[in-house]
């Protein structure tokens, strides 16, 4: 009998300190994980624009070879499966298998900006982890680089949380596979459905009817007030627009001139200058109220979990062009307001539903502090948003010609 009590504490005892090693080395993975992330967001808000009337000078060119350098490296044997899962083991403890690990295919939910995405499933094969690899990491001027989300990570680490949820970062790396450099990052996973698709599929699965509309209808009144959370957190003083917000409003007009000027698809190009100008210059006469403002703002960006009526945003590196290096805003909210109002017209929706939709959009976000755009920012956000959707569609075709006729050649 003592012989046997013996056993028993020595086995408990081996047991306790297992654990207390477990949890020891979860700590301490933790600890390196947000001292590498901290060290990260510091870097990486640097890269963005200056303070409202501080010249606008490019981020110290050598901003992005320290982000590199203190990357840790997790490549394995040149493959994207062995490396996440030698990063996963080495940064957060976690051991999965490449059978667990669930490429996301390109599109609205997996995304047009060429970064790969993966979903890191349970032994239910439900996701509960996502994984996102960075190509070309350390060019700042990337549209969706790897320097811009995680400066976007920093402003939404700022917001109250209450209506609109946010993914966060769990573990950053780099890795090297075939020559070619790639950030990894490690997120939690957004609950629900983009809304994209949750629309499309009640259009699908149901007929018109007032129960429709009225599902319809709760999903688009909360996206108005999360939305409104991120337009009305930490607003400033109306003045005219920031200049590097500016910039970019004009590069994407100067992009959409220049496709037009070499075929103009039966667009009137001196009309379309002059009215561009005009909206503009009424924007700019009338000041704007500075705000963050998603940036990209459409139903593909935001999920929606119906059991608990929340909203949570995802791909968030086009935030980094609502705040300067300070924290403090420098967009506005009618880059969002105009341009989700736009993502709303989704085929199949009657326009009895496009209609109310519309109007649930509009309540939601006026309840929760939300302010509405002047005619003036609608006129000119409304023409805006098109210019950048229609270049950018433009562009998606060009390349896909360039590449049907070197086929062929």
Same mark, same amino acid.
């Given at each position: 009998?003592?012989?046997?009590?013996?056993?028993?504490? =020595?086995?408990?005892?081996?047991?306790?300190? &297992?654990?207390?090693?477990?949890?020891?080395?979860?700590? *301490?993975?933790?600890?390196?994980?947000?001292?590498?992330?901290?060290?990260?967001?510091?870097?990486?808000?640097?890269?963005?624009?200056?303070?409202?009337?501080?010249?606008?000078?490019?981020?110290?060119?050598? &901003?992005?070879?320290?982000?590199e350098d203190m990357l840790p490296d997790y490549t394995k044997n040149n493959t994207f499966?062995?490396? @996440?899962?030698?990063?996963?083991?080495?940064?957060?403890?976690?051991?999965?298998?490449?059978?667990? $690990?669930?490429?996301?295919?390109?599109? $609205?939910?997996?995304?047009?900006?060429?970064?790969? =995405?993966?979903?890191?499933?349970?032994?239910?094969?439900?996701?509960?982890?996502?994984?996102?690899?960075?190509?070309?990491?350390?060019?700042?001027?990337? %549209?969706?680089?790897?320097?811009?989300?995680? #400066?976007? %990570?920093?402003?939404?680490?700022?917001?109250?949380?209450?209506?609109?949820?946010?993914?966060?970062?769990?573990?950053?790396?780099?890795?090297?596979?075939?020559?070619?450099?790639?950030? /990894?990052?490690?997120?939690?996973?957004?609950?629900? !459905?983009?809304?994209?698709?949750?629309?499309?599929?009640?259009?699908?699965? #149901?007929?018109?009817?007032?129960?429709?509309?009225? !599902?319809?209808?709760?999903?688009?009144?909360?996206?108005?007030?999360a939305l409104a959370e991120l337009n009305a957190?930490? @607003?400033?003083?109306?003045?005219?627009?920031?200049?590097?917000?500016?910039?970019? @409003?004009?590069?994407?007009?100067?992009?959409?001139?220049?496709?037009?000027?070499?075929?103009?698809?039966? &667009?009137?190009?001196?009309?379309?200058?002059?009215? %561009?100008?005009?909206?503009?210059?009424?924007?700019?006469?009338?000041?704007?109220?500075?705000?963050?403002?998603?940036?990209?703002?459409?139903?593909?960006?935001?999920?929606?979990?119906?059991?608990?009526?929340? @909203?949570?945003? =995802?791909?968030?590196?086009?935030?980094?062009?609502?705040?300067?290096?300070?924290?403090?805003?420098?967009?506005?909210?009618?880059?969002?307001? !105009?341009?989700?109002?736009?993502?709303?017209? /989704?085929?199949?929706?009657?326009?009895?539903?496009?209609?109310?939709? *519309?109007?649930?959009?509009?309540?939601?976000?006026?309840?929760?502090?939300?302010?509405?755009?002047? #005619?003036?920012?609608?006129?000119?956000?409304?023409? %805006?948003?098109?210019?950048?959707?229609?270049?950018?569609?433009?562009?998606?075709?060009?390349?896909?010609?360039?590449?049907?006729?070197?086929?062929?050649?």
């Amino acid at each position: 009998m003592k012989l046997l009590k013996n056993i028993f504490f =020595i086995v408990l005892a081996v047991l306790v300190l &297992i654990t207390l090693h477990t949890v020891f080395n979860s700590h *301490k993975l933790k600890k390196t994980n947000q001292k590498t992330i901290t060290a990260l967001f510091e870097l990486a808000k640097q890269t963005r624009p200056a303070p409202f009337g501080e010249p606008q000078k490019e981020p110290a060119p050598d &901003i992005a070879q320290q982000i590199e350098d203190m990357l840790p490296d997790y490549t394995k044997n040149n493959t994207f499966p062995e490396t @996440i899962i030698n990063f996963l083991d080495k940064t957060l403890g976690l051991k999965v298998t490449e059978k667990q $690990i669930q490429q996301v295919p390109a599109g $609205i939910a997996g995304g047009f900006s060429g970064n790969l =995405i993966f979903f890191i499933n349970d032994k239910n094969k439900k996701p509960f982890l996502v994984v996102k690899v960075f190509k070309d990491p350390y060019n700042m001027k990337s %549209f969706g680089g790897f320097i811009m989300e995680a #400066s976007a %990570f920093d402003i939404v680490a700022k917001l109250p949380n209450k209506e609109l949820k946010t993914i966060f970062i769990k573990s950053i790396g780099k890795c090297t596979i075939d020559t070619k450099d790639f950030a /990894i990052m490690a997120l939690s996973l957004a609950p629900g !459905t983009n809304l994209y698709d949750y629309i499309s599929q009640i259009l699908q699965s #149901s007929h018109h009817s007032a129960k429709r509309i009225e !599902t319809l209808n709760k999903g688009i009144y909360q996206l108005g007030r999360a939305l409104a959370e991120l337009n009305a957190a930490h @607003i400033g003083p109306k003045s005219a627009l920031h200049p590097t917000f500016k910039k970019y @409003i004009l590069d994407a007009y100067k992009r959409m001139l220049k496709r037009l000027q070499k075929n103009n698809h039966g &667009i009137n190009v001196s009309r379309f200058k002059t009215c %561009f100008k005009t909206l503009l210059d009424n924007v700019e006469k009338q000041g704007v109220v500075r705000s963050f403002a998603y940036g990209d703002a459409h139903l593909g960006n935001f999920l929606y979990e119906e059991k608990t009526n929340t @909203i949570s945003m =995802i791909d968030l590196a086009s935030l980094h062009l609502s705040a300067n290096r300070n924290g403090n805003p420098i967009s506005t909210a009618a880059l969002d307001y !105009t341009r989700m109002l736009d993502s709303l017209g /989704i085929y199949g929706l009657t326009d009895e539903e496009y209609y109310t939709l *519309k109007i649930a959009f509009h309540d939601g976000y006026v309840s929760n502090n939300g302010m509405i755009p002047s #005619s003036a920012e609608m006129n000119f956000f409304q023409l %805006f948003n098109r210019v950048w959707l229609a270049q950018w569609g433009l562009k998606q075709m060009e390349k896909k010609t360039a590449f049907v006729n070197d086929s062929f050649k």
